[in-house]
């Protein structure tokens, strides 16, 4: 099927659905966001739409002019908290970045910008950084420009093996790593005790003091783990499985909501003793309060990465293509991996703050050694009609 017959008939579907009052209702609550978007996605990919058409569809980005400014979106906690990374770029290039935290979930962030991205408008927005199944999205709908290798020689150059080629973009021609992470457990300890097991927050003693994530593959993924199964081979069974045991743990008040970044804001006030969350986000956390902490569960974490795409329509593309490479500087990222404690996609980073401080090298959020990389795992590359059950189902028990 073609690409513009895969548009077509998407579109129609999707007049359709909008012209049913109860359908357009689930369509408005979602967002656009939830179901629809990995519909939309996994009906291009049913169709054999390889890459959404992306063969000829997108330009590479030209060398232009270095712009006075430029906007970048983020996740929360994911800057040095002076931004000097971003001051530093300024004094370097004369660039002011806008840099607005406004990510806070995957499919909410793709909600908002799907209707200006299908009309080849980004909102003055050069630059965003996506988890890796949502950075694969953009891709497949040619909503991100292709980058010019002759732009981001830091990037061929230090990019970690380990994240050179994903599977989403194998040959890193649309995306480059801003941070990679763990999910797994974060907690109050002066509320509770260490948990050692996923399923402590399945413990009837925290009923209604426990959150999960709204990113489908973090909740179901740890759940699985707690389980004994591995998410790496998960059919749609098992997640189905976890899925019942999320569903009813939702239906006895056990969860108290669910999150994307904001349970931030839930674990310092306390109305959150225990949570799936991100490693990072418990050293900014910590800084405040230092009962908040991270765990590796005895079964295991699960690993991903955020990616700086350039979207269409963005205003200043060559200078964000210019940032991008910046930030592959490793005396330029040395400073941001120790701010924000994620792991660093950047070679030359750990020898860099050896230096300065050897311990530093130790952090295990930072370089996880490989007996830390072993507990780590990802999640399963499902069908799409399988993908596309498994988040409709997540999404009625979420009630996103």
């Known amino acids: 099927m073609s690409e513009s017959k895969d548009r077509a008939q998407v579109e129609r579907w999707l007049d359709r659905m ?7 209702r689930t369509l408005l609550r979602r967002g656009a966001g939830g179901a629809l978007g990995i519909s939309l ?6 169709c054999g739409s390889e890459g959404g058409g992306n063969k000829g569809a997108v330009q590479q980005i030209e060398k232009g002019k270095i712009a006075s400014n430029m906007f970048f979106s983020n996740w929360p906690y994911y ?21 607005v935290e406004e990510i806070n979930d995957n499919d909410q962030f793709f909600g908002k910008m799907r209707p200006l991205l299908e009309n080849g408008n980004a909102g003055g927005r050069d630059m965003w950084a996506l988890t890796d199944w949502m950075a694969g999205r953009m891709i497949k709908l040619n909503y991100v420009q292709k980058l ?7 990037v061929k150059n230090n990019l970690i093996d380990a994240l050179k080629a994903p599977a989403f973009d194998p040959n890193r021609e649309f995306s480059a790593p801003w941070q990679s992470g763990m999910t ?20 009837p003693k925290l009923k209604g003091k426990v959150t999960m ?56 006030k306390g109305d959150t003793y225990m949570c799936y969350g991100w490693s990072g986000d418990a050293t900014g956390l910590q800084a405040d309060n230092k009962n908040i902490e991270f765990v590796f569960p005895k079964e295991g974490v699960m690993i991903w990465a955020d990616n700086m795409q350039i979207p269409i329509g963005a205003p200043h ?40 401080d050897p311990k530093l090298a130790e952090n295990q959020f930072i370089f996880p050694d490989d007996k830390t990389l072993a507990t780590t795992h990802l999640f399963n590359e499902l069908s799409p009609a399988d993908e596309t059950a498994l988040n409709e189902r997540f999404q009625q028990i979420i009630g996103a």
């Open 317 to 356: 593309a060559w200078t964000a293509e210019v940032f991008m490479n910046y930030v592959y500087d490793p005396e330029v990222a040395a400073p941001l991996a120790e701010a924000i404690n994620y792991v660093t996609p950047v070679k030359g980073v750990k020898e860099v703050l050896a230096k300065k």
């Open 213 to 268: 994530l709204t990113e489908m593959r973090d909740t179901v993924g740890l759940t699985m783990l707690g389980m004994g199964m591995d998410p790496a081979k998960a059919t749609l069974d098992q997640a189905n499985q976890a899925l019942d045991k999320v569903d009813k743990a939702t239906r006895d008040g056990q969860i108290r909501r669910f999150t994307g970044n904001d349970y931030i804001r839930d674990l310092p």
């Open 184 to 203: 797994g457990l974060i907690y109050r300890k002066d509320k509770v005790a260490r948990p050692e097991s996923i399923n402590a927050i399945f413990d």
């Open 41 to 46: 996605a996994g009906f291009l990919a049913a």
């Open 148 to 154: 010019d290798p002759a732009g981001i020689p830091n």
């Open 79 to 99: 800057m040095d908290s002076d931004q000097l990374t971003l001051k530093n770029f300024k004094k370097k290039y004369g660039t002011k970045i806008k840099y």
């Open 18 to 24: 909008l012209a049913n009052p109860h359908s357009r």
